[in-house]
């Protein structure tokens, strides 16, 4: 039924916490059908601890350490690759995106092509951090409009999709590249397909431990980038994307 993605770099506490938490919850969610697939990118040693603790889950868990990293987005890219079941959802594994979350968006994703959390919708939400959020719904809103989306959150980057419809869109437009901005091109992708595209309410947690990758004000400069590069280019990659009916709605 569906495999977890998790990008992970340098989580060594909390990564086992995330786990454990997800193990209990799809047990019970998914009937016991799916697996947690982490892809590590790690660079402070924490790779060869957390593949000897995740080991005890053999055929639940699956620990991917990539020796040289290519960055988040392309991490993402590699474990939809790998990943076995119908579905894939990713997800940070810093608990931002809280594994509470999951139960109803399972219970949503059949019913949908793409499912996405989104922190503007009412009953979302993320904790503190004034000044990011303000920017996140200002920068939300120049993506609806330069991209003409109607789609709420564009940066959550927690959302379901049926793994091979990812896989074709992939194949005709290399979306697995930088870092959240991945995301952006995803659901541009999905609204040029016509995909039924669905939000769904989710409220932030604040990150359990560790440091955040993140440089907020750089990486918006880099998103806006994609987003002016995206609607430069728009008619182009368009059409090369409807050029193969396959990967569409339905
Ligand atoms: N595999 C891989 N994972 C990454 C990389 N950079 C970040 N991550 C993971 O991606 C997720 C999101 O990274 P964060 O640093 O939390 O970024 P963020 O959530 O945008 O920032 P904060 O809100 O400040 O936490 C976490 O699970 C990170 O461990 C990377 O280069 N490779
Ligand atoms: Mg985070």
Known sequence: MLSVVLPTRNEREGLEILVCALLAILEQATGGEFELLVVDDSDDG??????????????RVRFVHREASTGLASAIGDGIRLARRRYVLAMDADFNHSPLELPPMLADMAAHDLLAG??????????????????????????????AVSTTDNLAGFWIMERQRVLAIADRWPLFHGYGDYYIR????????????????????NRLTGESKTRFAKELLRY????????????????????????GGG
Do not use: C, K
């Open 46 to 59: 924490s790779d060869v601890h957390l593949a000897e603790r995740l080991s005890r889950f053999p055929g």
């Open 118 to 147: 989104s922190r503007f919708l009412p009953g979302g939400g993320m904790p503190g951090h004034r000044f990011r959020q303000a920017g996140s719904r200002l920068f939300n809103a120049f993506v609806r409009r330069a991209l």
């Open 186 to 205: 995803l659901l541009l992708a999905a609204h040029w397909l016509g995909l039924r595209i669905r939000e769904r309410p989710v409220r932030y947690l």
């Open 224 to 247: 806006t980038r994609t987003v002016l590069e995206l609607r430069r280019n728009a008619p182009a990659l368009r059409s090369r994307l409807l050029s193969r009916p396959e990967v």
